[in-house]
């Protein structure tokens, strides 16, 4: 989480957060408040009294109320700094991240693209960015911890493309991704199709909608009105035997791949964690890129066993987090 984290704080808006390194104690109370703050509202949907604790500030929601309050303060001082230094980096590296974007923009329209408007952006960016990509990475190494021989196949694709761990300093495994390139992950389809079968399994986002703009018909002749708010189950569909065979419930990254060993995808309104159709996640390349980078340095230098924590199950909030952290047992790997 801390990674992805500092991830797309840097990637999307410019800004060091230094939250894996544990050195930003106002990164550390932004993430936990954010956190907090996603499970808070998602339990809305379960209590019937919420706006009525919300009107009196009590229970959840006076803790949910204090949780936007310190992430509302973080990012402002986030717009705040950036505003201050977008000229100037614009100016002398051409280098611009996204909120940068945002902020030059909003300079056309300040009062339709103000600060609030700013920070919904970043927020937007944020959910899309961290827990997604941090969440499919726990229960990746689940799986490979659950399937020892599917973490062995992806170890020993690791080695044949990227090297295997030759280096016994400290910084192993920081040093191990400078090498790493898009050429270089294009060569491991397995750890791609693994990857996607996590996603299949636990899928980021576990139940999806949209909101129908107009009177509508789907193709199983169910009507749908205007102002109709229609959701699918990803987290169910990835499950069910008439869409995925027999081995549904099975963690098989085999059935991605085709004979020659070659990844072979399947249509996005089947394989459903994206998204499909015009509104298709903009971010999957971006997802998959990261989760890659961080599962090769990891692979590379460590195998993984579950840390005596058996009772693994989901947490509820809108994005499939692993309820209290997955415990890991890592072990270094000999070199090959």
Same mark, same amino acid.
């Given at each position: 989480?801390?990674?992805?984290?500092?991830?797309?704080?840097?990637?999307?808006?410019?800004?060091?957060?230094?939250?894996?390194?544990?050195?930003?104690?106002?990164?550390?109370?932004?993430?936990?408040?954010?956190?907090?703050?996603?499970?808070?509202?998602?339990?809305?949907?379960?209590?019937?009294?919420?706006?009525?604790?919300?009107?009196?500030?009590?229970?959840?929601?006076?803790?949910?109320?204090?949780?936007?309050?310190?992430?509302?303060?973080?990012?402002?001082?986030?717009?705040?700094?950036?505003?201050?230094?977008?000229?100037?980096?614009?100016?002398?590296?051409?280098?611009?991240?996204?909120?940068?974007?945002?902020?030059?923009?909003?300079?056309?329209?300040?009062?339709?693209?103000?600060?609030?408007?700013?920070?919904?952006?970043?927020?937007?960016?944020? /959910?899309? $960015?961290?827990?997604?990509? #941090?969440?499919?990475?726990?229960?990746?190494?689940?799986?490979?911890? !659950?399937?020892? =021989? @599917?973490?062995?196949?992806?170890?020993?694709?690791?080695?044949?493309?990227?090297?295997?761990?030759?280096?016994?300093?400290?910084?192993?495994?920081?040093?191990?991704?400078?090498?790493?390139?898009?050429?270089?992950?294009?060569?491991?389809?397995?750890?791609?199709?693994?990857?996607?079968?996590?996603?299949?399994?636990?899928?980021?986002?576990? /139940?999806? $909608?949209?909101?129908?703009? #107009?009177?509508?018909?789907?193709?199983?002749?169910?009507?749908?009105? !205007?102002?109709? =708010? @229609?959701?699918?189950?990803?987290?169910?569909?990835?499950?069910?035997?008439?869409?995925?065979?027999?081995?549904?419930?099975?963690?098989?990254?085999?059935?991605?791949?085709?004979?020659?060993?070659?990844?072979?995808?399947?249509?996005?309104?089947?394989?459903?964690?994206?998204?499909?159709?015009?509104?298709?996640?903009?971010?999957?390349?971006?997802?998959?890129?990261?989760?890659?980078?961080?599962?090769?340095?990891?692979?590379?230098?460590?195998?993984?066993?579950?840390?005596?924590?058996?009772?693994?199950?989901?947490?509820?909030?809108?994005?499939?987090?692993?309820?209290?952290?997955?415990?890991?047992?890592?072990?270094?790997?000999?070199?090959?």
């Amino acid at each position: 989480m801390r990674c992805t984290l500092d991830s797309i704080f840097e990637v999307g808006f410019g800004v060091e957060l230094r939250c894996l390194e544990g050195s930003s104690k106002e990164g550390g109370e932004f993430m936990k408040a954010f956190d907090d703050a996603s499970a808070l509202t998602y339990w809305r949907y379960a209590d019937p009294f919420w706006r009525l604790k919300r009107r009196f500030n009590l229970g959840a929601e006076a803790s949910l109320r204090s949780n936007i309050r310190t992430i509302d303060d973080f990012v402002s001082h986030v717009i705040a700094t950036k505003r201050r230094t977008t000229a100037k980096v614009r100016n002398d590296s051409g280098k611009e991240d996204i909120l940068s974007r945002f902020l030059v923009e909003s300079e056309k329209d300040p009062d339709t693209m103000n600060d609030r408007y700013l920070r919904d952006i970043i927020l937007n960016f944020m /959910i899309a $960015g961290k827990d997604t990509s #941090a969440g499919t990475l726990s229960w990746f190494f689940y799986m490979l911890s !659950k399937n020892p =021989l @599917v973490q062995h196949k992806l170890a020993r694709e690791v080695d044949e493309v990227a090297g295997g761990n030759n280096n016994n300093n400290n910084n192993a495994v920081l040093d191990g991704t400078t090498g790493i390139t898009d050429t270089t992950l294009d060569k491991m389809p397995y750890l791609h199709a693994a990857l996607t079968e996590t996603l299949r399994l636990y899928p980021a986002v576990p /139940i999806d $909608g949209r909101c129908s703009e #107009a009177d509508d018909i789907l193709p199983d002749g169910t009507r749908v009105k !205007k102002g109709d =708010l @229609v959701n699918y189950l990803a987290y169910s569909m990835g499950r069910m035997s008439y869409i995925w065979g027999d081995d549904a419930q099975d963690f098989r990254p085999e059935r991605w791949l085709n004979d020659d060993g070659a990844f072979q995808p399947q249509s996005p309104f089947k394989f459903v964690a994206f998204h499909g159709g015009p509104r298709i996640c903009l971010g999957r390349d971006f997802a998959y890129r990261q989760m890659k980078i961080i599962a090769v340095a990891l692979l590379r230098y460590f195998r993984f066993q579950l840390g005596g924590h058996d009772n693994v199950t989901y947490k509820t909030m809108f994005t499939l987090h692993i309820h209290g952290g997955l415990y890991l047992c890592a072990t270094p790997r000999p070199a090959p």
